[in-house]
């Protein structure tokens, strides 16, 4: 039987390597050297691209922004609603975005009430959305805020949170966890947030839980650290990072595996060696025979090919980004080593799907895939709104969890007042009982005084055709 951590559960200190990344704080066109060589990686995988990489930046896309504000350059990959104005960034601060304009329907879960208003001319509201945004990780993670920002938009467009526009305030702390704190302190105390949703924390989570909760602020997130789960601030959005790892891998053992390798990030070292003790010490653990950390950029991976091939292992379990997958599966395939993989959706980028290596890829994903649309409104909600939105986005693991924190906020936010606090979202959130957004993720229940409770589940992503596939559905394993 699965546990979910407990308060007293002892989280990772999160630092990231000094090799991994810079400290800067501001998102910027173009990520690190690792970074650019883990693209052209992925560029060189899957062939010929007729779309550029794009690296990660913040965008303001408000008809005028507050006085003294000041915005980065335009996000290439998201589209900007109508009277849209950008500008450079300056370093040391987080970029400002407001996205009104253009229409689309929401889920109907996340939905307001039939009696909202229809346009977004109350007093604006302010969130914050906190990550390592750019870096060595922003190639996993870079599609998270250019699809929040697309929420945004389409959000507006319907009256924004009962009438108050949404302005997004994206930060990107590069992995640092001092750069967090800053960020969260300039977010909370200069731009005056609601909230912060959207957040992927990799680093440094029980800093910022601890600051977050001693300004009564609420966060919406990823529910990687299993601080998540623990706090009265925090919101997670999906299942425990965990259960998605013991759900996937039940579904390899009930596939006929019996001898697992698995191999772990070096740059996320303190979180991805949490995981692979979690593995190693549940009833999956047994399975698994062979561990390795390896780095993200590693130039080769077939030593620890040839040992899991002299093992006779029969699948391997990958807590990796997809081009250092999809690398690693090459390196075994070259040997003549092709076990079955297992990425987690909250690692599958827009390119993995692209990328020959991976066609057979085990996918347990945090969310609904974005290929579940036909029959599932929330999704194809989702799809219509990034068409409109963000049509050169892409579809990815992280992409999806930004929109479902997205769909969370407006459906805590339906009922906030003329001048809506921090309080006024917390009211709301202590109102989600049992709540999948339409189906999008895993049923989630947040309630006053008690830790944030998530079915231990996770959904079930494919590829085919060189798009990301849902072979079950919006069914859920568990």
Not at 5 to 29: D, N, Q
Not at 173 to 180: E, F, H, S
Not at 235 to 246: K, R
Not at 421 to 445: H, Y
Request: charged letters at 15%.
């Amino acid at each position: 039987m699965r546990t979910r951590p407990s308060a007293t559960t002892k989280r990772p200190s999160l630092w990231l390597r000094a090799t991994a990344v810079t400290t800067a704080v501001l998102i910027v066109g173009s990520g690190c050297g690792s970074r650019a060589s883990d693209t052209e990686i992925a560029e060189a995988l899957r062939g010929p691209s007729t779309t550029g990489a794009a690296g990660a930046a913040t965008v303001d896309t408000s008809a005028a922004g507050p006085v003294g504000s000041v915005a980065a350059p335009a996000v290439p990959d998201a589209a900007a609603a109508p009277g849209s104005t950008t500008a450079g960034s300056k370093a040391g601060k987080p970029a400002a975005g407001v996205t009104p304009g253009g229409a689309a329907t929401p889920s109907s879960a996340a939905a307001p009430a039939a009696t909202a208003p229809k346009v977004a001319d109350k007093s604006e509201v302010k969130i914050g959305m906190l990550g390592p945004w750019s870096g060595v990780l922003g190639a996993v993670t870079a599609s998270a805020p250019k699809t929040l920002q697309a929420w945004v938009a389409n959000q507006n467009a319907k009256g924004g949170l009962n009438g108050h526009p949404i302005k997004l305030i994206v930060a990107d702390d590069q992995g640092d966890p001092a750069t967090t704190l800053t960020l969260a302190r300039r977010l909370v105390e200069s731009d005056k947030i609601l909230a912060m949703a959207g957040n992927i924390n990799l680093f440094g989570f029980p800093q910022l839980e601890s600051y977050m909760r001693s300004k009564n602020v609420p966060m919406l997130g990823d529910g990687i650290d299993p601080g998540w789960y623990s706090s009265p601030v925090s919101f997670p959005v999906t299942s425990h990072l965990g259960d998605q790892i013991l759900a996937g891998l039940q579904l390899l053992v009930s596939s006929g595996t019996s001898k697992m390798g698995m191999l772990y990030c070096l740059e996320v070292a303190a979180l991805c060696t949490y995981f692979r003790d979690k593995t190693l010490a549940s009833p999956m653990g047994k399975y698994i025979v062979q561990n390795y950390q390896v780095s993200l950029v590693a130039p080769s991976y077939t030593s620890q090919c040839l040992r899991m091939k002299q093992a006779n292992i029969d699948a391997i379990y990958l807590l990796m980004d997809t081009a250092g997958a999809a690398r690693l599966v090459q390196d075994c395939a070259v040997q003549g080593f092709r076990p079955k993989v297992m990425l987690l959706g909250l690692d599958a980028t827009k390119d993995m799907p692209t990328i020959p290596a991976l066609k057979d890829t085990l996918v347990p994903g945090a969310t609904a895939s974005p290929a579940t649309g036909q029959g599932l409104p929330a999704v194809e909600n989702y799809r219509r709104a990034m068409a409109t939105y963000g049509p050169t986005v892409g579809e990815s693991g992280t992409g999806m969890l930004a929109w479902v924190a997205g769909e969370m906020l407006a459906l805590a936010g339906k009922n906030l007042p003329a001048a809506p606090t921090s309080a006024d979202l917390f009211a709301g959130l202590w109102t989600v009982k049992n709540e999948t957004l339409g189906g999008l993720t895993v049923p989630l229940t947040y309630a006053k005084g008690k830790n944030a409770v998530a079915k231990p589940c996770t959904f079930l992503w494919g590829v085919a055709n060189n798009k990301f596939s849902a072979p079950q559905g919006a069914k859920l394993f568990c």
